[in-house]
């Protein structure tokens, strides 16, 4: 080889060099402590330039590369984001102030979905204010854990907070050593199970999950990354919980044999015991007093303690006053859906393409099948008319519910069907046959095609995710409705948060799809809808707010999550009701909204209680002093009885027959948690039929922490045909950012238990 072809070589080999290394630099949001900042800087990004550029002499093609600084971070967070190698990246982690790194990843799919639907992002807000819930310690209340799942792997945890006084007592097929800096402690609690069931041989009792619904919450609460995630196809990228940096704690009191209060009582009083901060609770007692629900005593303890609860509203549909855990300290969360649909595609011999609602979970492909349209068997609820037609594509129409014609579709040999209906909201994960669900108006095409066309076909293929899809979020119907029968004269449920169709962690031995009548399906990750899955949601964003605000009480995250949640949809419009045709929403089905967790961060005012003002409204409740001992577990003072909590809500009820005008009197002191002096004025929207009056109008608070008060008067009428009525009060920050809003709400009286 002559010397110039030699340099021309050396040159290109140089280039490829410099080529791969750069192709292989990803770009990172790196964490800083600024209070390690040397004096000699002017400046944070100076400071951070500096850092960058001693890393030249480490690797040689850096020059190479001059927009190695992305972005320096002030007011959001301490850092910067830089595109860097992984060795650039380790030699970053040992500069003096680094904190944390991780990679940006906005771009990809995110497969619970719900983070990224409730606005949680790397660059800016509550994660990287919270460190992603870094060192929070959940306790979740359920029927144990998988902990062979991916979702509880350790990479990237810190060493276990020595505060911490679990211990992992897995039992039965759970080796202790499955626990880590993740899954930090796993009990089980079956005492009560064995006293209700003498005769039951089971001496086979763990932590471990045998149904899954422990290993789907706690994962939703604070699972860590698991990439290439989905449910056979469907929502394919990276799974993550809430507060992926928290550390979880499993209490199992739900067994095969059923659920016992003094089972519950035992782990929740555990969880405490053990230093949790927040609990999820994804059940929940119906039919119960305050007195005799266990969840309503071991929450108080837990307040007292400072740990905030987190429970599910329940499933039981649309009625007025069916709610459960209406307890005035813990959080009440209600379930909605989310912006994202699974589909397949249908396409027909004429060229029409259309996208159907889909979760048939196979790869299958269906390439024109003669596409058939009987009015005889439209209906598609006989086994026996449905075998009359041996293969092809068969129109359902909508003269039969969908689940039942995908019952009877599924045990017949057709190739494939197409259901007609005007629901655009699902809530199940099972689809065992090949097909797709249309709108009717997308119907009536394909059945004049079906009917007119020479040799009608239709095609489809699946596992199809759409994100962005809207109007989002709509109250799930099976969600359970206020007002709470245990406690009335408070709002719930408080929130709302994504509760249909969550993709999360489940146990790998159990079926969560089918395809036909008798073909079972297992996956790692499972997609589950109900307020179950909404509770962990919340308590995952308790747990970033308890990991920014250290100091907040269970009140004060409580609040900062009521007076920050959106009542409007994605398409800027009141969010709608699946239960009731999709009407605009009551706080009775949703709280004050969808849980906003970036603005919950920064909530400007708060609405804070004690355990004496709790310890008060049970005075105001006709109970007995062993009644109200039995919760409080010591001898409050009841010298001073009210039924006016200092609540983020408002609610004024009606007896159904009285004619007669009613007035409500509220009274509300709110905390300024702002940065320092504010002043906010009021706005008002009276439920219809009714007036409200607030006063003061402006309410000044000269430093962070300062505290006011107002009164609110609600002048209102019975409303014979027993409808929900509301609006709001709104303080809004006068040459500020803080909006600051509570839902009031007129109800019907409802039995109280």
């Known amino acids: 080889m002559g010397i110039v072809q030699e340099m021309i070589f050396l040159f290109l080999f140089a280039a490829f060099v410099v080529n791969l290394v750069s192709a292989q630099r990803s770009t990172y949001i790196v964490h800083m402590d600024k209070s390690f900042m040397p004096k000699v800087f002017a400046s944070h990004q100076h400071w951070y330039s500096s850092i960058l550029d001693s890393l030249k002499s480490t690797s040689p093609n850096f020059h190479q590369n001059p927009s190695m600084l992305l972005y320096s971070y002030e007011n959001v967070l301490h850092g910067f984001s830089a595109s860097l190698s992984k060795s650039e990246l380790e030699a970053v982690k040992k500069s003096l102030g680094f904190v944390s790194a ?82 930090i402690g796993a009990k089980y609690f079956n005492k009560g199970v064995l006293a209700a069931n003498p005769n039951n041989t089971k001496k086979m009792y763990s932590a ?56 519950v009582l035992a782990g929740m009083d555990q969880a405490i015991a053990d230093g949790v901060d927040v609990i999820s609770i994804s059940m929940g007692f119906d039919l119960v007093p305050l007195y005799e629900d266990p969840i309503a005593i071991a929450s108080f303890g837990a307040m007292e303690k400072g740990v905030t609860v987190s429970s599910s509203a329940g499933n039981a549909g649309t009625d007025l006053g069916e709610l459960h855990n209406g307890i005035p300290w813990v959080l009440t969360v209600a379930a909605g859906s989310m912006d994202r649909w699974f589909a397949g595609s249908l396409t027909l011999g004429n060229g029409l393409t259309i996208t159907g609602w889909s979760v048939f979970p196979a790869r299958a492909v269906v390439r024109e099948s003669p596409l058939i349209y009987n009015k005889t068997i439209s209906a598609c609820n006989s086994t026996k008319l449905l075998s009359e037609v041996s293969s092809g594509t068969v129109i359902c129409d909508s003269s039969e519910s969908f689940n039942n014609q995908l019952y009877y579709v599924s045990r017949s040999t057709l190739d494939a069907a197409i259901f007609i209906s005007s629901d655009y909201t699902y809530d199940d994960s099972l689809f065992p046959y090949p097909g797709v669900v249309i709108s009717p108006g997308e119907g009536a095409e394909v059945i004049n095609y079906a009917v007119n066309g020479v040799n009608p076909t239709a095609s489809m293929e699946f596992q199809r995710t759409l994100l962005g899809t809207k109007p989002a979020p709509i109250v799930a119907e099976y969600t359970s409705r206020g007002p709470s029968p245990s406690y009335p004269e408070i709002l719930k449920p408080d929130i709302m948060a994504p509760g249909t169709l969550v993709l999360a962690a489940w146990r ?75 009407a605009t929403a009551t706080p009775v089905s949703m709280g004050a909204g969808q849980v906003n967790p970036n603005s919950a961060l920064d909530p400007g005012l708060i609405y804070d209680a004690t ?42 009820l009606y007896p159904n027959k009285t004619k007669n005008a009613l007035a409500k009197k509220f009274k509300r002191i709110v905390t300024n948690v702002g940065d320092g002096a504010a002043t906010y004025k009021v706005q008002v929207t009276a439920p219809k039929g009714s007036g409200v009056t607030v006063y003061p109008d402006t309410l000044v608070f000269g430093q962070k922490y300062d505290k006011q008060s107002y009164s609110l008067k609600i002048k209102y009428k019975a409303n014979q045909n027993k409808t929900v009525t509301f609006g709001s009060v709104i303080w809004v920050e006068v040459n500020g950012k803080h909006i600051v809003r509570s839902p009031i709400v007129v109800a019907p009286i409802i039995p109280v238990w």
């Not at 800016?124 to 460190?131: D, L, N």
């Not at 993550?240 to 550390?247: D, H, L």
């Not at 809808?529 to 100091?551: D, N, Q, V, Y």
């Not at 008060?616 to 039995?630: D, R, W």
């Open 102 to 183: 991780y990679s940006d990843k906005v771009a990809t799919l995110d497969t619970t979905h719900s983070t990224e639907f409730l606005s949680l992002n790397p660059v800016t807000g509550i994660w990287p204010a919270s460190e992603y819930g870094k060192d929070v310690i959940v306790g979740v209340i359920d029927t144990g854990v998988w902990p062979e799942s991916l979702s509880y792997r350790d990479d990237g945890m810190t060493e276990i907070p020595s505060r911490w006084k679990g211990a992992c007592d897995g039992g039965y097929d759970f080796n202790s050593s499955l626990c880590n800096k993740k899954l």
């Open 208 to 263: 471990r999950d045998t149904e899954g619904h422990g290993t789907h919450t706690s994962s939703t609460v604070g699972g860590n990354y698991v990439e290439g995630a989905s449910f056979f196809g469907y929502a394919l990228g990276t799974a993550r919980g809430v507060a992926p940096r928290a550390r979880l704690a499993m209490y199992k009191v739900i067994f095969e044999e059923g659920r016992y209060a003094s089972d």
């Open 508 to 582: 790998p031995n159990d079926a969560v799809s089918i395809i036909g009548p008798n073909i079972g399906l297992s996956n790692d990750f499972n997609l589950a809808s109900g307020t179950s899955m909404a509770c962990p949601h919340a308590a995952g964003i308790a747990a970033l707010l308890k990991g920014a605000h250290p100091e907040w009480t269970p009140a004060a995250i409580r609040s900062a999550m009521v007076t920050t949640a959106n009542p409007l949809d994605n398409t800027g419009t009141p969010i709608r009701d699946a239960g009731f045709s999709y």
């Open 611 to 652: 355990p004496q003002d709790y310890v008060s409204i049970l005075c105001s409740m006709n109970y007995t002093q062993k009644q109200i001992q039995t919760i409080t577990r010591s001898s409050y003072n009841c010298s001073k009885t009210s039924s006016d909590l200092n609540y983020p809500s408002f609610i004024a």
